[in-house]
């Protein structure tokens, strides 16, 4: 992987993170579409670069993430985002087992999609308009529904965003209080596979993710830019979704995903 072809993984990925439609399936695509050999630093570079992602809530919401006389907000990150780290790490080399099944990623694309068309129709009377109204019960609850997207093709932005639904959020609450849970989440995750976690175990030279960023300056910059370029592009793309999600609510989105799951479906099954 170049240069070129990570700032083009990094877009993709700031596009779609906070997006309900699987960052994981849109850069699986990218980089078969470019011919990218899945290896181990490939695989560490696609989780690794949500750090740069996970900074732009933090700007974004600067505010509220730096007010620190609301400490309701902190205990409730906390524990929404406990589930995700215990379940995430007993589960984590099964997850890793599907990121090359582009398959099962692409049809999980198509049933998300169905799940987004009628998800407005399922949740027409919220409650919840603000993050302060949320509960550390309701949080907690909102953090089991974000474990559904560590099935890759899912995606973590809708699984949360409807378990808020569920929980009485309106669309803007459920969505802005995904993007915090993001912060905590993502950065546990990006921590895990840069520090402490042992990429090719079955290769003669096993690495972690940070000796294998440090094992050539152009590893280094492709780490560091693609970071760069996560965080402008999924800074720009926090922006716009919150207004298209209250104008027009998830079935584009949905229909997006069966569109996209389906040629993806085409494309794999029958050209690769």
């Not at 695509?29 to 750090?51: D, P, R, W, Y």
Request: charged share 15%; glycine share 6%.
């Amino acid at each position: 992987m170049d240069l070129i072809e990570a700032i083009i993984v990094a877009i993709v990925e700031g596009l779609t993170e906070y997006l309900p439609i699987s960052s994981t399936a849109h850069m699986g695509f990218a980089a078969s579409l470019m011919g990218l050999e899945e290896t181990e630093f490939f695989k560490m570079f696609q989780v690794s670069i949500q750090f740069g992602a996970i900074l732009s809530v933090v700007v974004a919401y600067h505010k509220k993430f730096f007010d620190f006389t609301n400490l309701q907000f902190y205990y409730k990150l906390a524990f929404a985002v406990l589930p995700a780290l215990v379940i995430g790490f007993f589960l984590d080399d099964a997850i890793e087992s599907v990121l090359g099944n582009q398959i099962a990623i692409s049809s999980v694309l198509v049933l998300g999609g169905v799940v987004l068309i009628f998800a407005d129709s399922w949740f027409k009377n919220p409650v919840i308009q603000d993050e302060k109204e949320i509960t550390v019960k309701k949080a907690v609850l909102i953090g089991f529904w974000q474990c559904l997207a560590m099935m890759p093709g899912t995606s973590r932005s809708a699984a949360s965003i409807i378990g808020g639904m569920t929980q009485g959020l309106s669309r803007k609450a459920a969505a802005e209080f995904s993007f915090f849970l993001a912060v905590p989440t993502m950065l546990a995750v990006t921590l895990y596979s840069v520090f402490a976690k042992t990429w090719g175990k079955e290769t003669a030279s096993p690495m972690k993710g940070y000796e294998m960023i440090l094992q050539s300056q152009d590893h280094i910059l492709i780490f560091v830019v693609g970071n760069i370029v996560a965080f402008i592009v999924a800074w720009i793309a926090i922006k716009s979704f919150i207004s298209l999600l209250n104008k027009y609510g998830f079935k584009p989105w949905g229909w997006y995903r069966i569109v996209v799951g389906i040629a993806l479906l085409v494309y794999f099954y029958w050209f690769k």
